[in-house]
């Protein structure tokens, strides 16, 4: 019956090449870690790196190339390219931190490695599918991998409990996730975005529809909640807290990635004709992110929590590029998700490796003093501490210039100013860490726990990104605007 | 068979009972009673798989559902044994669960209005209850998840692995 026919071919193997080889590796290491003999475990993560490398060498292909694989369900394109690239230098930069921290904590299975490594696919395939069933399997492959992670310290009641929040308020946001797309499948026919993209289009009274508007809003949540958008986030604190710190770095930069990845391509790719609707609804989301995150940040004391409230804010700069929309906007998302990587991995890394095991140091009154007696570790988490608080000439600078120059030009006057008042608040609490590493004596000696050469490696290339992006930006900026150039 | 009088019938019957075993579930103290009335839910839900021509996945729907899954269900229920008092501890109604109620309601009220105004597809799907009537229920589905969806079946597999080690991993004695 020639109705169902299948054929599997070396493109549609290509396209998938970063994911088959990540899939592959971790299942190796599965096996590995089985026969593996306790004391020899250390080489399991030296393994996940060479699957990293290798699937970035997969990658390679993808360059300038747009073709898609599996009768349309997944895409290689420039802006899944950029997203996949992104994806596996996160990847790369926590396989390299967790080197040092997993030994440390005693997190010694090689699951803790195949786990990050599927939680790579999933993030993988929410940027390339273009099919709104693959987005939803890639986020449920990547946020289960990343429940067990929140929880892998059994030990500590933090990290079960941080596990548990977030599994059950993650199965709960995925719920609203596939009812909204079951909505919106119920109002187009199709799930394919390119298809829901030509429904609406041609039949255009479908597009004020009300299926069709809750299906959209109920996407709307489901994204929100693993961005940790206000009021979504509830669940971020906590969560941020307990788990391992490596694992903390990763949601915050690898799960926000993913997700703006699949919210950029079902917004601008299947409802650009709705967007008229949705930019009033991302307005008040932007506002109230960015608000919240920045207020409640300035009054924490353990770093961690302070990391977690500002990843809330970072969220809504970005937002604010995604209301305005324009060309500027949407490769600013890009630029500043790729900035946000560099800072985040990096202030995180310093958090790791200032801490011991069973001590992790998290509070700001431990920084006290340590510029004089680590002054290399301080002066990078300096250079983190000012580009997230957008201080030139940093990446987060360049990043928070284009997202609000977007703002301006899309005639979101006020957007732009709500965003820079709120820069000028987070820079209170960014450079209080730096008044307590440079100016605060401190109140006991400090000792670096898992100080591992990996993890240095991570701080420098973390610095390196953060000083280039900032001072020679517009490479990253033209490579940016090249991915997004086929959605316009 | 769609159209006549006895598919309407048994459909506003069986979705009724849907959701009132729905709203049972999550309004009942005993979570045994819970179980129960998910039970009821579920074999509602084949019933309307029947009625779309959907015999496998109805089958499917009572066996792994109704019957495997809700065994576990019941099994931990039972295993852990909530305490009387717990069950019997007055709820308050906070701020949060009136607005969650006042949303559930615009939710609903916006479904209907959907309904009643009859948005019908952009496109119509390729497989209609009388299409897959014609070509054999098992047929079309496995024929379908092993072509056009198969990339998607793959990705499953995937996330079922992933449970399983975090089964393992989160509750494994120590070393």
Not at chain 1, 30 to 52: C, I, K, Q
Not at chain 1, 96 to 111: C, D, M, P, Q, T
Not at chain 2, 99 to 108: P, Q, S
Request: proline residues 3%; neutral net charge.
């Amino acid at each position: 019956m020639e109705l169902f026919q299948v054929q599997v071919t070396m493109t549609d193997l290509l396209v998938i090449a970063p994911e088959l080889a990540l899939t592959g590796f971790a299942l190796v290491i599965l096996l590995m870690s089985a026969f593996a003999r306790p004391e020899r475990r250390g080489f399991l993560g030296y393994t996940a790196l060479l699957g990293v490398v290798a699937a970035m060498v997969s990658l390679y292909w993808g360059i300038g190339v747009e073709a898609s694989a599996f009768g349309g369900m997944v895409r290689i394109d420039p802006l899944s390219f950029f997203f996949k690239a992104m994806i596996l230098l996160i990847c790369l930069l926590i396989v390299l931190v967790s080197l040092g921290y997993a030994k440390r904590e005693g997190i010694g299975f090689g699951e803790y490695y195949v786990l990050i490594l599927f939680a790579a696919v999933g993030m993988m395939l929410m940027a390339s599918g273009v099919n709104l069933l693959i987005i939803f399997l890639g986020l449920e492959v990547m946020s289960i991998s990343i429940y067990i992670l929140a929880g892998i310290m059994r030990d500590d009641t933090r990290s079960v409990e941080a596990a548990f929040k977030y599994f059950l308020l993650g199965a709960f946001a995925s719920a609203f996730l596939l009812y909204g797309i079951a909505l919106i499948y119920a109002s187009t026919g199709t799930l394919d975005l390119a298809g829901i993209g030509r429904v609406l289009a041609e039949q255009s009274w479908i597009s004020g529809r009300p299926i069709l508007i809750t299906g959209v809003a109920l996407l709307t949540v489901g994204f929100g909640f693993k961005l940790a958008l206000v009021p979504f986030h509830m669940w971020t604190p906590d969560v941020y807290e307990g788990a391992p710190t490596s694992i903390t770095a990763f949601m915050a930069t690898g799960v926000k990635a993913a997700g703006f990845a699949a919210f950029v391509r079902v917004f601008f790719y299947a409802l650009p004709s709705l967007q008229a609707h949705w930019t009033q609804i991302m307005w008040i989301l932007a506002v109230a992110t960015m608000t919240v995150g920045n207020i409640i940040a300035l009054s924490q004391s353990n770093i961690k929590r302070m990391l977690a409230y500002s990843s809330i804010a970072h969220a809504g700069y970005i937002l604010v590029a995604f209301v305005a929309g324009n060309e500027l906007g949407i490769s600013g998302i890009l630029f500043y998700l790729l900035a946000y990587v560099f800072m985040n991995i990096g202030a995180f890394t310093v958090v790791i490796l200032l801490g011991k095991k069973g001590e992790e140091n998290t509070l700001i009154g431990d920084y006290a003093g340590i510029g004089y007696h680590h002054p290399l570790l301080a002066l990078a988490m300096a250079v983190f501490m000012f580009s997230l608080a957008g201080v030139p000439p940093t990446a987060g600078f360049m990043a928070k210039f284009y997202v609000f120059s977007a703002a301006v030009k899309a005639d979101y006057y006020w957007l732009a100013v709500i965003g820079v008042l709120n820069s000028a608040v987070a820079a209170y609490y960014y450079l209080r860490v730096l008044i307590y590493m440079y100016f605060r004596e401190p109140e006991r000696e400090q000792a670096i726990g898992g100080f591992s050469p990996a993890a240095v490696l991570a701080i420098i290339i973390s610095v390196w990104g953060v000083l280039q992006m900032g001072i020679l930006p517009s490479a990253f900026l033209a490579l940016a605007r090249q991915s997004i150039q086929f959605l316009l | 068979m769609t159209g006549s009088i006895f598919y309407w019938i048994a459909f506003v019957v069986t979705a009724l009972a849907a959701v009132f075993a729905a709203v049972m579930v999550i309004t009942r103290r005993n979570p045994i009673h819970s179980a129960m009335f998910l039970v009821l839910n579920f074999l509602c839900i084949a019933v309307l798989y029947l009625l779309l021509n959907a015999q496998f996945i109805a089958i499917i729907q009572v066996m792994i559902y109704a019957g495997a899954i809700m065994m576990l269900v019941i099994f931990v229920i039972m295993l852990l044994s909530v305490e009387e008092e717990e069950r019997r501890r007055k709820i308050p109604v906070p701020l949060a669960q009136m607005l969650g109620m006042v949303l559930v309601f615009i939710l609903f009220a916006q479904l209907i209005f959907g309904v009643v105004v009859k948005v019908l597809p952009g496109e119509q799907g390729e497989f209609s209850p009388e299409r897959i009537a014609e070509l054999g229920d098992v047929k079309t589905i496995a024929g379908l998840l092993f072509t056009k969806f198969l990339f998607p079946f793959e990705v499953a597999s995937i996330i079922l692995l992933v449970g399983i080690i975090g089964a393992v991993i989160l509750s494994k004695k120590e070393r």
